[in-house]
């Protein structure tokens, strides 16, 4: 990243400090803290029955489930759905998990357009080159006003001001009419209820309606996601807006629980009113079964990432794909493999724990990094300096 980059990034992390601060400490959010901490644990320790549950819940309420062991299976699962569909431009939601497994890199080849609907993640997407997002929920936090101005009036062909709302109402209208013929959106999910079969999924935006009201509405979520209820959901909803936004509660809150229906003719059921005709949920595996438990208790508020020395310093090259600092390096050893986990910044980790302190959630990042380390080491990757020294205290008891 440049410095300029990195400057901006700060700046923006420092606000996100401000606003968190002012209400993390309260009595409502110390509860909730303590809530969410014993529903991630319960969920990953009890996560295949949750499954089970999910499954037979999604049946009930006649959203189609499928599972990909892997991001190819999903890839392929999307595919085929939409192959039923005439659509050559699909409304994409903001979502890490369709970043891991290169969702747009795999449609593009396909000559299909996915269209961000995030201003933020929209803004990357313009940028098209070192478009690697900074924060889960505020991806292009290391731009100013005015790469920002300079990246919309090169990709859309116009000359807006470097005014906020100029740049704004800009990139809607060009979203807006990109989408016009569009009937397949797409999107992750914040969190899964199993006992109802509901998806919750929260913004600021509205965009995460624009992509449900799609003829076709198609999520994908990670098996970690998978909560007991709706409660349980909406309470990691709120915990994770708190430490993300700084804020108690986002603007919208959307729970997607089967496609849109109405039974106000003589209470007979009939689909697609307005919202989709069909919800399929694809639940990925991906190396998340193998995965250390304490790895899966995050919610993505990025608040690791805030507090880090190390990604403050030298921003998103700490990281793997979408996810970001320690614990993104800690997922890619499942996610991928120990050569993409040594290059995300295996040793770039001080294992000065600022993550976990500062984690709702208290995930061990530098516990598990440390050990990730021993592993990386048994199978050859660690750096090569490290590898001299070994040999030199092996061969004469020294250093040196």
Known sequence: MKTSELETMRKSFNTVKSRSSQIKDSPQVKRLIERVREIKR????NSDDLYNQAIESFKRNGIDVEFAETKKDAINIIEDLLYDYDSKTIAKAKSNTLGEINLKKELAAKDIDVVETDLGDRILQLKKTDNKPVHPTGPASHLNISEITDIVNDSLNSDVNPVPREIMELVREDVLNRLENACVGISGANAIAAEEGSCIMVHNEGNISLVSLKDLHIIVAGIDKIVPTLEDAVSIAKLETVYATGNYVTSYMNVISGPSKTADIEKKLLKNMYGAEKVVVILLDNGR???SQECLWCIGCGNCVVHCPVYNAV??????NNYLGGRGV????????DETCYESGLYMCTLCGLC?????VAIPTNEIIENLRKLSSQVG????????IKDNVKSHDSPY
Do not use: Q, R, V, W
């Not at 319960?42 to 320790?45: D, H, L």
């Open 42 to 45: 319960y969920s990953i320790e």
């Open 289 to 291: 079964s193998s995965a």
């Open 315 to 320: 921003g998103n090259e700490f990281g793997f």
């Open 330 to 337: 800690a997922m890619s050893k499942f996610i991928e493999d």
């Open 356 to 360: 976990t302190l500062n984690c709702p």
């Open 381 to 388: 990757f660690y750096p090569k300096a490290h590898g001299k």
